[in-house]
């Protein structure tokens, strides 16, 4: 079965960073269109063939989503945090264009920003 558990959330002023990680088990995330969720919203999402990659317009220029087919992990890079950008996010296959989850989703992590 379909694993996914994210890390990388915490406290953060305003203005600061963090790096979220999605390490997959079930799942070859290299065979996937992958992405981030804020709650329900979609954030970012990274193509299977990885050339193309797709960011909700509240984080383009600020969050950088990537890929590590050596560890199987999924990562955003989230600079320039604002206070909306608070909550709980999630990692899973994306339905591309639709821009929803494919699996019931883990724990997630939780992301707070302070301002």
């Known amino acids: 079965q379909v694993h996914l558990v994210e890390s990388g959330g915490g406290l953060v002023q305003a203005g600061g960073s963090l790096r979220l990680s999605c390490a997959a088990t079930?799942?070859?995330?290299?065979?996937?269109?992958m992405g981030w969720f804020r709650q329900r919203e979609f954030v970012a999402a990274f193509s299977w063939s990885g050339?193309?990659?797709e960011y909700a317009e509240p984080v383009r220029g600020r969050f950088t989503i990537s890929r590590d087919d050596a560890k199987n992990t999924l990562y955003l890079q989230m600079n320039n945090l604002k206070p909306e950008d608070t909550g709980g996010y999630y990692c899973?296959?994306?339905?591309?264009?639709?821009?929803?989850?494919?699996?019931?989703w883990g724990q997630g992590t939780q992301v707070t920003v302070s301002s």
């Open positions: 899973d296959a994306v339905r591309w264009g639709a821009w929803e989850g494919r699996h019931p």
């Open positions: 050339n193309i990659i």
């Open positions: 079930g799942l070859i995330l290299s065979n996937a269109d």
